[in-house]
């Protein structure tokens, strides 16, 4: 489109986010109105896309960082034919696609936004994905408000994306001077923000955002920047082209009050369509396959279950040329750095940045790829609002925490997880898992392989008798029965560390006459509850335990199983409810509580 043509396609733009505002009472057109030209300019001059083929592998990608402006996304949608005018109107309604955030019920968003400082994140693991491992030319575009320049993501995706020369991602700064309620931090300073961002080793172009023809030049000076990734700097105005709105407080996120006479203000409606430029044609990479062939552990032994996940990791890499690691600068603890050493095109060092990791794992499995993330079980709860916006996006990840509860020992609490069951189990549609042996362990990381949305692992820092053998299945949402009589008077329930516990419980409490069931719950998300109830039935009393906080983890798990209105057993519940300091591993779990003569005592005065 020549400049007179954009211009009209900017104001096209901006009347559709009105329209779309208006019909739902509801939305940010003021937000979207500020980025119309910008994305005017991007779409029918510099995009390469085929809305026909949202698949295609050439394609370019766009994020909304600033998911807010949705309205302005669906407006591009509909300039580019793929979304009718009777649907825009449909935004923010029941059963709608438009959604007030943009998510993947839409084929052509890759990823949920609208939790600001996660687009560029992720942004930066769609390059890394271009560059490193499907080596397509495709680009990647990423829309940000000033607002989430605040964030400290944010920061994160600009070091790693200027440490890596991400020469295919751009990302445009919608400086339009007014967050939600005044002023942003730096308002119209561009060169603030140039300094900032060039520091991390990027190419920026500062530029007024509604001037199309330097706009043009801004992409097109963008797409021909080698070796560093490039940020246009755009000076624009909130709600431009309404006087009534145009940079005034008060107006974020809601509909103009006279949206008839603001159509008018910008020239009426408009029905202009884009031919977006085809992506070139180009094919998936390969991803070869082989057997699987997972490492396997002599029952009587010991072993690290984070020893056991990152041989069984390497394996599958062998097997699976899908698979990529990401890993948080603890690649020696969390061991996969053994991963690293078999396959380093397919591992990805994030440092210590964990909202960067998480994020740029959910761009790369946008494209197909199945990413495994690991860090100390403690510091994903940095990360927990970008697993969290992953489940939005319907995203499939193995998330891996390792180092988790008091038996790491001496470290002290600064290190242990013991918030993470409860994190990952609240999280949508998620799989929590917690081995207490390496063959376990190793079947259980290949299961995620294949598990829908998010997958957790939790391993644990010490080694830990083996005592299932490699040819043993654990199905997720399983459980093992490691212990049983037809006279057993109280079930222990246990998961990882606690599993060995108490099974030298049960032993005390033979010696004292009393049976006991053991339990391994490895399964906590989905939990098995045929087993938990027929236990509960059989015995009448149980202790669950567990190297975690009383809230949400594995008492939680087995509680909820007996809440659907039947029996409910006599139940004791013993986990970390002190702040441990540093001590042994014993010491540790004997002041918690929770370790075999704490798990006896409870039993029996339970059952008595």
């Known amino acids: ?48 896309y085929s809305f026909d083929r949202p698949e295609h592998p050439g394609n370019d990608h766009l994020i909304f960082s600033k998911g807010h402006a949705s309205p302005l996304l669906y407006a591009l949608f509909k300039a580019a034919g793929a979304v009718p005018d009777g649907e825009l109107l449909s935004f923010r309604k029941l059963g709608s696609r438009l959604e007030g955030h943009p998510t993947p019920r839409l084929p052509w968003v890759d990823v949920a936004t609208g939790s600001l400082g996660q687009g560029l994140p992720v942004g930066v693991g769609l390059a890394l994905a271009g560059k490193r491992l499907d080596r397509l030319p495709y680009r990647v575009w990423v829309l940000l408000g000033d607002s989430e ?35 942003t ?18 190419h920026t172009v500062e530029v007024d955002g509604h001037d199309i023809a330097a706009v043009d030049q801004a992409f097109a000076e963008a797409r021909s920047t080698a070796l560093r990734p490039t940020a246009i700097i755009a ?26 006479g603001a159509i008018e203000e910008l020239g009426g409606l408009r029905d202009l369509h884009v031919e977006v430029h085809a992506p070139p044609e180009v094919h998936e990479p390969e991803r070869p396959t082989a057997a699987l062939r997972l490492p396997r552990y002599d029952v009587g032994g010991k072993a690290a279950t984070r020893d056991a996940y990152g041989r069984a990791l390497a394996a599958l890499g062998t097997a699976r040329g899908d698979v990529v690691v990401l890993d948080g600068e603890v690649g020696d603890s969390t061991r996969a750095q053994l991963f690293a050493e078999d396959h380093p095109d397919r591992y990805f060092e994030c440092y210590i940045a964990e909202q960067q990791m998480v994020a740029a794992a959910v761009g790369m499995q946008a494209r197909g790829w199945v ?52 994190m990952l189990r609240s999280i949508h549609g998620s799989t929590v898992l917690y081995p207490c042996d390496a063959n376990q362990t190793v079947h259980l990381v290949a299961a995620l392989a294949d598990c829908p949305g998010i997958g957790y692992l939790r391993t644990t820092r010490g080694k830990t008798p083996v005592i299932y053998g490699p040819a043993e299945r654990f199905p997720i949402g399983g459980s093992k029965v490691l ?26 409490l033979a010696e004292d006459g009393i049976p006991a069931r053991v ?52 139940l004791t519940r013993l986990a970390v409810r002190t702040q441990p300091g540093s001590s042994t591993p014993e010491q540790q779990l004997h002041a918690a509580e929770i370790d075999a003569a704490a798990i006896a005592s409870a039993a029996r005065e339970l059952v008595a």
């Open 519 to 570: 339990v391994d719950l490895y399964s906590l998300k989905p939990a098995d509850t045929a087993t938990l109830r027929a236990a509960a039935e059989d015995t009448g009393c149980v202790v669950t335990v567990e190297d975690h906080h009383p809230e949400g983890g594995l008492g939680d798990a087995v509680a909820e199983a007996y809440a659907d209105g039947g029996p409910v057993p006599r």
């Open 235 to 260: 000076r624009t105005k909130k709600g431009r082209g309404v006087a009534a709105v145009e940079d005034r407080e008060g107006f974020h996120g809601k509909p103009l009050p006279d949206a008839a």
């Open 185 to 202: 931090r730096h308002e119209w300073d561009l060169d603030a923000y140039s300094r900032r961002v060039q520091a991390f080793g990027w």
């Open 371 to 422: 990413p495994y993330v690991a860090t100390f079980a403690a510091f994903l709860t940095r990360a927990h609002d970008f697993l969290r916006m992953a489940s939005v996006s319907r995203a499939r990840l193995a998330v891996a925490g390792s180092h988790a509860g008091v038996s790491i020992g001496e470290d002290g609490p600064s290190q242990m997880g013991l918030e993470d069951l409860a």
């Open 1 to 48: 489109m020549d400049h007179r043509q954009l211009r009209e396609l900017g104001q096209q733009l901006r009347v559709d986010a009105v329209r779309a505002a208006d019909a739902a009472g509801s939305g940010h057109p003021t937000s979207s109105m500020s980025a119309a030209d910008l994305m005017a300019v991007l779409l029918a001059n510099h995009l390469h």
């Open 483 to 508: 212990r049983s009589s037809d006279e057993d008077r109280v079930t222990l329930v246990a998961a990882g560390v606690t599993v060995h516990e108490a099974l030298a419980a049960a032993g005390r």
């Open 149 to 183: 320049l605040a964030e400290g993501s944010v920061w994160e995706a600009f070091e790693q994306a200027g440490h890596d020369r991400l020469d295919n991602l751009t990302a445009v700064l919608d400086i339009n001077r007014l967050g939600q309620r005044g002023p």
